[in-house]
Structure formats: C-alpha cells, structure tokens
C-alpha cells in the first residue's frame, strides 16, 4: 500500500470555478504534511504547508484531518496559470522522509 | 543565481554504461536529496545527505552510489544502467532534516537508457 494516495485526475475546470482535492496517508505517525505544486516538464515547487488548524494562503486553503488520516486542498476563483499537478507530501517522524503522492491534475480552462 | 542546479538536464546512454548526474546548491542548506520521478510521475527519494553524512538509503540498487564531497554537492553515480532506469532524477535541498522544512528541488536530469 502507498504512503499517500491522490486521485490522479485529471480535474478539468472552467476559469473562476472552485476545486477540492484530497489526499489520504496511511501512516498515523506522520508529522507534517504539504502540498507541491509539478508543471510539466518542471521540478515541485512548495504551494504551502498544511498545519493541524486549517490554513489559507490567498485562494488556496489546505485542511487536515487526522483523524481520516486525509488532506484536501481548495482553489478558489481558478485562473488558467493555476494548471499543473499538484501533489500531496508527508513526513514520516525522523530524518526527514518525504513521501509524495503521485499528484492529481488539474486543467483550468478559459 | 540558481537555488539547486544538476547536470546534464538531459542524459541519453546504452544500457551496460555507468553514468554520473552532478547537483549543487547554493543556499547553504545542511541536507541533499536525491529523488527518482518515474513514468507515472511517481516522486520516490532515494537518498539524503546531512553535512555529507547519509541519512536516508532507500531500497535502492547498489549499482546507484551518492557521493557528497561537501555539503554543497551531491553527486549520483549509476553503474551497469538498466533500462528500467529511465526516469527523471531530482535533487533537493532543504535547511536541516527537520521535518517541516521546504525542500527546494533541481531542475531535474532526464535520464533515457536504450
């Protein structure tokens, strides 16, 4: 079983809609958890933190629930330069050990 | 200036041949990452280096051998490459191995093994 599951996709939204993606994680020990954002052909570059309260970061929101073991995040107000794969990372206790999803994609169209 | 950079972007070998994929930062960051990005676009680390110290050593084939000759560099070098091998390689660097600290990623090298 994977450490972290996501719905590969893709999403395929019109500009100015609203889309939620979850994660799930198996470990119940992992201690921090983020969202990346992958354009194609690129490196992943950190999108934000998820911390235990909920978070928002202008029209993004991530939220956890650790008690389902999942993590969403909410794109408000899509923009086309939102397109990308966006993948869900865990850390496991020590030594620093991420592990990715395997991304889920989003396509916002005009 | 680039944060992380790797050389080559784009490696193209035959299979049998030993091949090495160079990473340097210069964030002056304390912890190196090697990842494997296959073609399912699965991210996978496969190494960690904290002030040239292996921390982190995946499953992986010994034929793959890190090497960080300071904490600026970490290099990969693959021996007797497979075709199996043919991913997309990633390095990464992050502050300390705490575990809520950005990692900030290379450009990535192609790998294609024919």
């Known amino acids: 079983r994977k450490e972290v599951e996501q719905d590969p996709g893709p999403f395929n939204v019109p500009e100015g809609a609203t889309v939620a993606f979850n994660c799930t994680y198996s470990?119940?020990?992992?201690?921090?958890f983020f969202w990346y954002r992958q354009d194609c052909r690129k490196e992943p570059k950190l999108l934000m933190s998820?911390?235990?309260s909920g978070n928002e970061d202008g029209r993004f929101t991530a939220q956890l629930n650790r008690a389902s073991q999942y993590i969403s995040l909410l794109i408000r107000d899509s923009k086309l330069s939102d397109s990308a794969t966006y993948l869900c990372?865990?850390?496991?206790?020590?030594?620093?050990?991420?592990?990715f999803g395997s991304g889920t994609k989003l396509n916002v169209k005009p | 200036d680039t944060a992380v950079s790797q050389t080559p972007k784009y490696l193209v070998t035959q299979m049998g041949n030993d091949k090495s994929i160079k990473c340097e930062q210069n964030l002056g960051h304390d912890t190196m990452y090697w990842y494997k990005q296959d073609s399912k676009k699965f991210l996978k680390i496969m190494f960690s280096?904290?002030?040239?110290?292996?921390?982190i050593n995946e499953t992986v084939p010994n034929r793959f051998s890190p090497k960080s000759p300071d904490k600026a560099h970490l290099n990969l070098h693959i021996n007797s490459l497979e075709l199996g091998d043919s991913a997309v390689y990633f390095c990464a660097s992050s502050q300390d191995p705490s575990s809520s600290d950005t990692q900030y990623f290379g450009p990535g090298t192609r790998l294609t093994v024919l």
């Open positions: 280096y904290n002030n040239k110290e292996l921390i």
């Open positions: 470990n119940s020990a992992s201690q921090s």
């Open positions: 990372v865990v850390n496991i206790g020590n030594f620093n050990k991420f592990y």
């Open positions: 998820v911390y235990s």
